[in-house]
């Protein structure tokens, strides 16, 4: 099949899963405070799935403190309430970090994925949106083996790794999956920057209708 990124992209919006729209973000130091709630509201379960351990609160808070905006990538999905409901983050190691990526890649760097969507977001294609935007990221900042590691148990998880396309290893209870990517194209470049503008658009509409309701119905 040919590869066209845009078309896809173009299919899956025109999809709306669950009537929905999912514009993916990338995210800013000023969404640092919202990042942080919806990380916050993650149950126990949904952090061990998530961070592979328990995280309590406060190690939460330092993990998001750290987030450099600048160096990784995070991506998001605000709904039309304007909380952040989906947050996918992206961060390119050195290849040493995967000894077996000598055998898939011969660029300095692979990109490593993880991503959580709010139990309220769930089934709407949100985690899948953030995944395919990670990948068409990638490709066009030319990084080819995108990685994944949660744990085998994770259906969910599982699934979408599977429908991306990823090849799986289990072990010990855990899985760690990786894509291989193709090189950047036209229709790649292209499908990004148009979901990014939109979503920016998207963005812009939902926090002034915020701060207009805010200014005529303020909290008593
Ligand atoms: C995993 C997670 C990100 C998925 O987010 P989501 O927005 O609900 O995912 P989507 O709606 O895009 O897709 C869910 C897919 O999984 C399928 N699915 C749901 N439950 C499933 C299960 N128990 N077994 C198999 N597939 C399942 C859905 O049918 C859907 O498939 P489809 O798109 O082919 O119809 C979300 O459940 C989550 O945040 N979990 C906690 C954190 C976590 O597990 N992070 C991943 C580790 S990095």
């Known amino acids: 099949m040919q590869d066209n990124p ?26 640092r405070r919202r990042v942080l709630r919806h990380f916050l509201a993650l149950d126990k379960d949904d952090r061990l799935l998530r961070f592979g351990s328990m995280l309590p609160d406060e190690q939460v808070t330092a993990y998001v403190n ?11 999905v605000y709904n039309t309430r304007f909380q952040l409901v989906g947050v996918g983050h992206l961060a390119f190691t050195s290849k040493e970090a995967h000894p077996d ?3 898939y890649t011969d660029k300095e760097k692979v990109a490593e994925f993880g991503v959580s969507v709010s139990k309220s977001a769930r089934g709407q294609g949100v985690g899948t949106r953030l995944f395919e935007r990670a990948a ?10 995108l990685y994944m590691q949660c744990l085998s148990s994770n259906r969910t998880m599982m699934h979408i790794a ?10 010990y209870g855990e899985a ?13 470049v292209l499908a990004e920057a148009l979901e990014e503008q939109m979503a920016k658009i998207d963005y812009t509409v939902k926090s002034n209708a ?8 303020p909290r008593r």
């Open 6 to 31: 845009l078309r896809r992209w173009l299919t899956s919006l025109l999809a709306r899963k669950g009537g929905k729209t999912v514009l993916v973000k990338a995210l800013s130091k000023r969404d």
């Open 176 to 188: 760690d999956a990786h894509l291989h990517l193709p090189p950047p194209s036209p229709s790649s």
């Open 162 to 171: 599977k429908k991306a396309g990823m090849e799986i290893h289990r072990e």
């Open 136 to 145: 068409v990221h990638c490709r066009n900042v030319d990084v080819d083996t």
């Open 210 to 217: 915020r701060a207009a309701l805010r200014f005529l119905l």
């Open 101 to 103: 990526s000598i055998h």
């Open 66 to 76: 750290k987030l450099d905006f600048a160096h990784d990538i995070v991506f998001g």
